[in-house]
């Protein structure tokens, strides 16, 4: 089993900034990808940001330039580093990995719990 624990959301106004972090823990052969997902009320849950095994990262049109990702292998922890944040930006942050528990299992998505971020204007 894999475990996910999210860290770093809170209140911020807008223009600031804020670091998320998920923790990845349990079994753990190896990983295709890390990244972030949010979903703000009364919409659907988008993709934030994601880094895969060799570093490639992809982004959301709407955070580019204002977010980071990034990750270290050595501590299976994946960060969003959000600078400029703006109101839209307030919903619940989830992490996702994709992972490979063992050599005899298929790869799959693991979830956080999810951790909220509310910017205000």
């Known amino acids: 089993q894999v475990h996910l624990v999210e860290s770093g959301g809170g209140l911020v106004q807008a223009g600031g900034s804020l670091r998320l972090s998920c923790a990845a823990s349990g079994t753990i052969f190896s990983f295709n990808f890390m990244g972030w997902h949010r979903q703000a009320p009364g919409k659907q849950r988008e993709l934030v940001a994601s880094i895969t095994n060799g570093g490639g990262t992809n982004y959301a049109d709407s955070v580019k330039g204002r977010f980071t990702i990034s990750r270290d292998s050595g501590k299976n922890t994946v960060y969003l580093q959000m600078n400029s944040l703006k109101p839209e930006d307030t919903a619940v942050y989830y992490c996702?990995?994709?992972?490979?528990?063992?050599?005899?299992?298929?790869?799959?998505?693991?979830w956080g719990q999810g951790t909220q971020v509310t910017v205000s204007s």
């Open positions: 996702i990995c994709n992972v490979r528990p063992t050599t005899a299992w298929a790869a799959r998505d693991y």
